[in-house]
């Protein structure tokens, strides 16, 4: 299920475009809104951390019919369709999603949790930040973990509808193709954004707000 956006394109809804993409295209897209496929890769443990994960990446804590992103990560990863490279320094993807959601469990085990998944919202956060800031975690490079995770994180998330609704993209025009190229330029079908601010710049304050908030936190508990 997937509903009409209610964020920055208010009302727009990417599969009232449905009529006009050509079957296969419209079949793989309808797909994607319909129960999600049952994990065969995670384990039951993994697919709680992995869950608890890619939720905080994707910002759905909070959302009761959110995009299926464990399960989408983990129909990739079962029938081994990867970006076709890997870091020389990590290992396969299959292997290093195994290994760094338990390392994500014993950071949180470290921290009195009992799981990753187990742990409050902010702990998970703080935990997921610190792998964000540092150079190199439980012996892994963290820059390399941290590509790893999101790049399966927004592969998965902008693949579905329900994202398109809060981006205001149409989807695929297959086959009638777009007509008006051109920084700017909009075909008659693709939604206009009403609001005039840079989400890249808001995100990057927000960001810095909270490194400033934690850092005067952590000060004070010295």
Known sequence: MTGRATGRFPGFDALGQ????????????????????????????????ATALLNQLTGQCDEPLGVPVMEMVDARLAAGETDGWRYADLPEDGQAWRETLAYLDKDAQDRGAASFAGAPRQEQAAIIQAVQDSSEWHGLPASRVWSLWTRYACTAF???????????FPGPAYPRGYNAL????????????????????VGRRLEEARRIHAALVEKEQR
Request: proline share 11%; aromatic share 12%.
């Open 18 to 49: 449905s009529r006009h993409w050509d079957t296969v295209t419209a079949d793989v897209i309808l797909a994607r809104t319909g129960p999600p496929p049952q994990p065969r890769f995670f384990t039951g443990t993994e697919q709680a951390t």
């Open 182 to 201: 051109g920084v700017g330029a909009r075909d008659r079908w693709e939604m206009n954004d009403p609001v005039d601010i840079d989400p890249v710049e």
């Open 158 to 168: 902008y693949s579905h509808p329900w994202s398109w609704n809060e981006i205001g």
